[in-house]
């Protein structure tokens, strides 16, 4: 079973593998530089669907699908599942994956919901009480920005601290086996608030709690920034991952030449119009299951630290003046079990 | 660490115990029936905050501090916790929990919440991944009604299948001592939806889940309704209620002389507006913790089986048209560790 090593980071003692992983995106992350990685991209904003919001149902349905098949799986394969998504009441989860007839958990973490569900995962599966067990979630321009913000129709000006909630989806299966990618170790973030209250600057809303889950996990595993190729946060995007790197520095830890950030990779920002960078609950998912994975499983990187990050607030919250608190999981992944 | 003895249930090694709970609840909730039993009733439907929502934060914060102080411990001694909520991101289990500082995982499973989060830590703690763990939830009546139905200064005349949000908030912290009440065992539901789209008549909606989850675990486990001195289920009020016994009759099981739901025990329907009954998070999340577990603790009751029933749908869904998909989770409690 998976070892605690400190309060908040477990070193897992088999680390279980990532049997399987699905990637599929819209057309504006298909057209960005990340493209080719993806398992599927679709031109369709609806996915063939009457909303934006059961679009997004059909996403995650897909990609779930597609991270079983490459699995050479059924849906009576996985034990359980769990999923999350940034729609009030996890809707795009509820309705995309009620036809699998897979027990499922339902969870929450905006952002950091593949950290979350994939950390839940690795803990179940190598504490023997898993045995394939699926993370997803997923995120839409569309039904974010109407939900969050404004009507897209309102055509509302978007701020330059502003960032664009990516259209994607994110699925990984977990199994026993011994295959590269691994997970090796996990650490469970708390909520940190350092009273951010501008809704348009999520990026820094959550850098603190990159920073936090980050030199945590550095301290309790005794590991250095070096020992790993990429420090992957989830959706900092520019202004976020700035912060990040300076925040770190303050506690002597130097990640500015390994860090990189899902929402900064994933688009163009010179030719694609999207301000500070990709965000969304299917901005990590996608990158980790898109484009990380297949480099660890190939040994073209040996190891990452994967830090998808959330800002927990809702317009209800914000209109009522509150702050911004978010939170981040980590999850080293790696090429080697041990 | 846990049996899985099928694809849904799990039988506990060691049937960790729940060292501590507390039971927090509003006005009409504390003159209702179990009124005596909650750990406080709070007069004031704002908890001293400006906002409901902000009341409601405050309500899952004093129930958190209260099992906490119960069982003689301070925050810092709680390795990490699980909690959700039914506001639209979660919002009263964030700014509730923020400041206690401690590592946690969000969930999301509506008025499944308390199963889903007594599961999940049972399962952690019984694997040995946890040290002392908690499980909290909360829901409030204003500031539901304003978010899933119409603000209640427009007066909307509800209908006869309607049920109340509770105002309630329930919290258990498991640890691996040994003293009852223990958990024994979990089932994990799926999304079960046979197509009610009534947002006005969720029991309806939730009986199935809660039919589905008490077969499997009785099938799985082979106990019988009369190993239990009670089934019981979250909020199925009047409506659902009746419903679950007829759906469980035609798979020729009979609960009916000992079902209890917490959503009809928590008001008196006679003298108590609440039409249907009790419902929300909360209601499941408080009677398990006031009225319930000191009965187990104590020895008056030997073995329940505590099924939270969830109703997964938003506004958002309802309008476009969509059914109510449900879940409940199966958690068997009981008296005795084995």
Same sequence: chains 1, 2.
């Avoid at 908040?8 to 699905?22: G, L, Q």
């Avoid at 994956?97 to 593949?114: E, Q, R, V």
């Avoid at 974010?144 to 897209?152: I, K, M, S, V």
């Avoid at 330059?160 to 011994?178: N, R």
Wanted: hydrophobic content about 40%; some cysteine.
């Amino acid at each position: 079973m998976a070892k605690k090593i400190s309060r908040n980071t477990f070193i897992m003692e088999h680390s279980p593998s990532i049997h399987s992983y699905a990637a599929v995106v819209g057309k504006l992350e298909g057209a960005g530089p990340l493209g080719k990685y993806f398992d599927e991209v679709e031109n369709d904003a609806y996915f063939g669907q009457k909303t934006w919001e059961k679009g997004e149902s059909e996403l995650m349905k897909r990609t779930l699908k597609k991270a079983i098949s490459k699995g050479s799986l059924s849906p009576a394969e996985i034990d359980y599942m769990f999923a999350g998504d940034l729609l009030n009441q996890c809707i795009s989860s509820t309705y995309g994956l009620k036809d699998f007839d897979i027990p499922i958990f339902g969870i929450y973490g905006a952002c950091s919901t593949m950290s979350e569900g994939l950390s839940l995962a690795s803990l179940m599966t190598d504490s023997g009480i898993g045995g394939k067990v699926a993370a997803v979630t997923s995120s839409h321009f569309c039904s974010a920005e109407r939900q969050f913000r404004f009507p897209l129709s309102y055509g509302g000006v978007r701020t330059p601290t502003a960032q664009w909630t990516c259209t994607a989806s994110g699925a990984v299966i977990l199994s026993a086996k011994a295959a590269p990618p691994y997970v090796r170790a996990v650490t469970i973030g708390k909520i940190v608030d350092f009273g951010v209250t501008d809704a348009n600057n999520m990026g820094a809303a959550m850098a603190p709690a990159a920073t936090y889950v980050i030199q945590t996990f550095l301290e309790d595993t005794a590991m250095s920034v070096s020992d790993f190729d990429a420090i992957v946060t989830g959706d900092l995007g520019l202004v976020g991952s700035r912060l990040l790197i300076k925040l770190l520095q303050h506690e002597n830890i130097d990640i500015s030449s390994n860090h990189l950030d899902c929402g900064l990779m994933m688009f163009d920002r010179e030719n694609q119009d999207v301000h500070a960078g990709g965000s969304g609950c299917g901005c990590s998912g996608s990158v980790l299951c898109g484009y990380f994975l297949d480099k660890i499983r190939s040994g073209e990187l040996k190891n990452i630290l994967f830090c998808a990050t959330g800002a927990l607030m809702s317009p209800t919250a914000s209109q009522q003046g509150e702050s911004i608190p978010s939170i981040s999981h980590a999850v080293f992944i790696s090429n080697q079990s041990h």
